[in-house]
């Protein structure tokens, strides 16, 4: 056989790629070149070989049998074959072999806690969001949960932008509690007109607040004997009452309710249960006006005997004087508990939810078995606020604590100082009464 690279009148077996005869004096094909129509000889052909030209991909057909790599033609195994690179809008083919692609844009992308919200981005970068298009930004079907990975090929493929982009906000839920001021306001036990106030209402409850006191009340107010009434009657009795242990209001206890109760209705149209709850969840704070001390009845709880975690409002300045944080069997990380015994077996400071829980149980309340737990633990920010507590809770614990954060949400987020009217809304309320807890109660 001749050797194909030294071309010869007289080898008839040397061929150029395209399987054509070389003629004498011709150079061979380049392997990989783009072949040329016409003759091989002809000074039109050489000089169209000379001429710098972009690479085709060759064919590729498979060997006999299905099973073999998958080889072009002139011999040359797949395996050994550049794979075809599709250039994108900044690529250009130097060589006939290798790619040139513009390194991408730089991508600083500051995320945020809200999936709605687009967040600034310099020139030639894309913010991640739920509303970008990522199948055409990269040309893929790509899901947005791929976020700032999605986000860098996006950068590499798009031109920069002339300008810098937006910051785009979503519409709030109108189904949502709004707060009338920031939420960073609410709840502030640092400073504020009613700060004073506040401060003494705790520092008696915290002083008070022991395992023998809370005894003796859950024996007093347990059997629900001290009188009867409707829960509307409850209600209207909280006319009478401002809360000393709230920092954010300073208004009724029952336009409070009506407010909580009215933001559970708008967000929650379908749980007509939920809304009553809100109507009735500070309902316990009738105690006060049955004789009790609002230290005794208003305020954040806390479980008593067991060491004070320091979530618990202004925990370093109002617990010197209780003489269970002198008990050692109170004073420990959990004190005279067992770990995981579950909320229902801890003794909590005693107040208005403890009390409303007793009187819903005892009066035979018909509501989910949620409804009783969410009143019955609404105070306990330590908790469901900052996270505290948790070795005493067990599974049901955790379960309950997304319902009672929803409850917190309206609790907390409906205070507003346009109040609502009363007397319109008491038809429908008093609805929801008969159909739950209809008719004298015992408290």
């Known amino acids: 056989m001749c050797p194909i690279p030294v071309p010869s009148l007289g080898c008839a077996a040397a061929r150029d790629t395209r399987g054509t005869p070389v003629g004498h004096g011709t150079p061979p094909v380049p392997i990989g070149s783009r072949p040329q129509r016409g003759a091989l000889g002809s000074n039109t052909a050489i000089l169209a070989q000379l001429r710098p030209s972009r690479p085709r991909p060759q064919p590729v ?3 006999p049998g299905g099973g073999g790599p998958a080889v072009p033609p002139g011999g040359r195994s797949a395996l050994s074959v ?22 991408p844009a730089r991508l ?8 709605s919200v687009l967040t600034a981005a310099p020139q030639g970068a894309v913010a991640v969001g739920s509303n970008i298009n990522w199948g055409r930004l ?21 031109p920069p932008p002339r300008t810098a982009m937006k910051v785009l906000q979503a519409d709030p839920n109108p189904n949502e509690p709004q707060p ?13 007109k009613l700060l004073d106030r506040v401060y003494n209402t705790y520092l ?37 009452l401002v809360d000393e242990s709230d920092p954010d209001v300073d208004f009724p206890n029952s336009l409070h309710a ?17 809304q009553l709850v809100g109507l009735l969840h500070d309902l316990g704070k009738v105690l006060v006006l049955f004789g ?7 305020g954040d709880t806390f479980p008593v005997g067991c060491k004070v975690q320091k979530s618990v409002v202004f925990h370093d300045s109002t617990f010197h004087d209780n003489p269970d944080t002198r008990d050692p069997r109170y004073n420990t990380e959990c004190g005279m508990y067992q770990p995981h015994c579950g909320l229902e077996n801890v003794l909590m400071s005693w107040g208005h939810d403890e009390y409303m829980y007793r009187v819903m149980k005892f009066n035979n309340f018909a509501l989910p078995k949620e409804a009783f737990y969410m009143i019955r633990f609404h105070s306990f920010y330590p908790w469901h606020a900052h996270g505290d507590y948790k070795h005493l809770c067990n599974e049901e614990d955790l379960r309950m604590l997304p319902w009672v954060k929803e409850l917190n949400k309206f609790d907390l987020y409906t205070k507003q100082e346009e109040l609502p009217d009363m007397k319109e809304l008491q038809g429908y309320y008093q609805a929801l009464i008969d159909k739950y807890c209809p008719g004298e109660l015992c408290w």
């Not at 990269?138 to 798009?158: M, N, Q």
């Not at 009340?217 to 009478?240: H, I, P, V």
């Not at 407010?259 to 939920?274: L, V």
């Not at 009790?292 to 208003?298: N, Y």
Request: proline residues 7%; positive net charge.
């Open 292 to 298: 009790e001390p609002q230290w005794a009845v208003v």
């Open 258 to 274: 009506y407010q909580t109760a009215e933001g559970i209705r708008r967000a929650h149209p379908d749980k007509d249960w939920f």
């Open 108 to 115: 600083s992308v500051r995320t945020s806690t809200s999936p």
């Open 204 to 240: 008696q409850m915290h002083t008070h607040q022991t395992v023998d006191f809370v005894r003796r009340k859950s024996a007093e107010y347990g059997g629900c004997s001290l009188r009867r009434m409707s829960a509307m009657q409850a209600l209207q009795l909280l006319d009478q």
């Open 138 to 158: 990269t040309g893929d079907r790509l899901p947005p949960s791929l976020g700032i990975k999605v986000g860098v090929l996006a950068a590499a493929c798009v």
């Open 180 to 192: 009338s001021k920031d939420k960073a306001e609410l709840r502030n036990y640092t400073e504020g």
């Open 61 to 63: 057909r498979s060997e």
């Open 82 to 103: 550049r794979p075809s690179v599709r250039p994108s809008t900044h690529s250009r083919v130097r060589t006939a072999s290798r790619p040139s692609v513009r390194p």
